[in-house]
């Protein structure tokens, strides 16, 4: 009781401490929610935090709840929230005892409804657009008839069965498939890094880089097509080296990798008619071409023929165009015969009528003399006309030579000597450098084939007194000086006992034999 006599109410409540309090909350908050969708517009998003985790809320037209996505989860997400955006997140609902607020942590986040997602695409559209990566001039022509065909969806699907199929069909070409996931959060990023992966292989590798590139899924809702309006599909599709077929869908849905790729196929099976031509159309063009080909040779030939039968009709035949010539060639062979024997006669006419006498030489003779005093005559004053032509060209020689040019002349001389001395150094030079080389080759030789390496071997040379080598043991003697070269010096020898070949040795009156050495 108090000092009024009341009873204090108060002393039986129990004290916490504020630790207390908030760790009660959070544990009653998080049991009776547990996990949770909440529908509200996004408010406060500027992006990731420094540590990776994004802080906003969420709110609607009469409260607010805040918002956290830890970094992990964040990296995963389909889509990333926007200012303003209507959204269903889904997550537990925990508190922050650092500042007595409640919040939602988000694990999975998605527009809300078809109208925020077209919304949302739209928004993406502009800013791709914007950037060019639709842009008409950037698309390429598909390959005629590509060798390696290279398909980015799921393996297990009707659609690619499809593909091979229809391409099998149509013209049979080596099918490389990437597969990934065409539904789901990792859509995205598989199949951007799919069409990576087939630019970055090589031509020449053991797995051949694809001529052209297919990108398939079967139909679908928005959100099932979602993956495929992801921002780095469309930028891995844009960026694409490979020419790229879009077949995500049926002819009525769209995404934004069919603006970026090259080409837009209504279905899978569209995509595989556009990659390839049919083989059969080819091998029937090529037919025709060739019967076209065959048959215009065919009239050109024959077109031939007939111009050159026109032309020999009118040319005259070979007697025609040999009849004058042959007929000049006669009458000339007859002129001839007959121009000969006149010639001879008019010459035997001449010398008959010709006679030698004194009076005829002396007329030669005086001819001949009168001829040569005309060029005794003339040759002083040739000679005078020779010696001034000379004396010309003399003093026009000496006009060029001065003391300048004599010295330029001498120098260009020097030079050239000095330049034939240094060559002639530098060929001398490697000429005795070839000698020595040669040299020590034969000295090499010698040294090899000489008989000191077979004394360092263990060998002994034997010579006799006049150090001339023994070659036989038939030729010592008994009692024979002798020399023996070893491979570090000589020795003197003299030889005893019998040589080989010498009669066999008698036996000693102890019976025994005389067995000796040759030395």
């Known amino acids: ?264 196929a209504p279905t899978p099976t569209g995509a595989a008619e556009m990659a390839v031509p049919v083989k059969a159309e080819l091998e029937a063009d090529l037919a025709r071409l060739a019967a076209r080909l065959k048959a215009a040779i065919s009239r050109d030939v024959e077109r031939r023929r007939q111009g050159l039968r026109a032309v020999a009709r009118a040319l005259p035949s070979p007697d025609q165009l040999f009849a004058l010539p042959r007929r000049r060639f006669d009458e000339a062979a007859g002129r001839l015969a007959r121009a000969l024997e006149t010639a001879t006669r008019g010459k035997r006419l001449r010398l008959e009528g010709a006679r030698l006498s004194i009076a005829a030489l002396d007329r030669r003779l005086a001819e001949a003399r009168r001829r040569t005093a005309q060029a005794e005559a003339r040759l002083p004053a040739v000679y005078r006309g020779l010696v001034r032509n000379r004396r010309t060209r003399f003093d026009r020689d000496a006009a060029r030579i001065t003391p300048r040019s004599s010295l330029e002349r001498i120098e260009r001389l020097k030079e050239r000597l000095a330049t034939a001395a240094a060559r002639a150094d530098r060929a001398a030079h490697r000429r005795l450098e070839r000698a020595r080389a040669a040299y020590e080759q034969a000295a090499r030789l010698a040294e090899s084939l000489s008989y000191r390496k077979v004394l360092e071997r263990g060998f002994a040379l034997v010579r006799d007194a006049e150090k001339r080598p023994v070659k036989s043991a038939h030729a010592l003697r008994a009692g024979q000086e002798l020399h023996l070269q070893f491979a570090d010096g000589e020795a003197a020898a003299v030889a005893t006992g019998t040589p080989p070949g010498a009669p066999r040795p008698r036996k000693t009156a102890k019976g025994g034999t005389r067995q000796g050495s040759l030395f």
């Open 1 to 264: 009781m108090n000092e009024d006599g009341k009873t204090d109410s108060l002393g039986n409540v129990a004290e916490f401490s504020v630790s207390e309090i908030s760790q009660a909350l959070k544990r009653t908050v998080e049991d009776a929610f547990g996990h949770v969708r909440v529908r509200g517009e996004v408010s406060g998003y500027r992006g990731p935090h420094a540590s990776g985790h994004c802080y906003f809320a969420l709110k609607d037209e009469r409260a607010r709840l805040e918002a956290v996505i830890w970094r992990g989860t964040f990296s995963k997400l389909r889509f990333q929230p926007q200012e303003g955006l209507e959204v269903v997140a889904t997550g537990k609902l925990s508190t922050y005892p650092g500042s007595s607020k409640y919040q939602i942590i988000i694990d999975a986040i998605e527009p809300a409804g078809a109208g925020a997602l077209m919304a949302l695409l739209e928004e993406r559209k502009r800013k791709l657009a914007a950037e060019g990566l639709f842009a008409q001039e950037r698309k390429r022509p598909l390959p005629f008839m590509p060798r390696v065909i290279g398909v980015v969806t799921s393996p297990t699907g009707a659609v690619i069965r499809d593909i091979i199929h229809r391409i099998t069909d149509r013209f049979p070409v080596h099918v490389l498939v990437w597969p990934v996931r065409v539904q789901g959060e990792t859509t995205g990023d598989e199949v951007s890094a799919a069409v990576a992966g087939f630019n970055a292989l090589e031509r020449d590798g053991p797995i051949p880089r694809p001529d052209l590139l297919i990108v398939a899924r079967g139909g679908g809702s928005l959100e099932d097509l979602w993956g495929f309006n992801d921002e780095a599909v469309v930028r891995a599709v844009a960026a694409s080296q490979i020419p790229v077929i879009s077949a995500v869908g049926h002819e009525t849905d769209w995404t934004l990798i069919d603006l970026a790729a090259d080409r837009r």
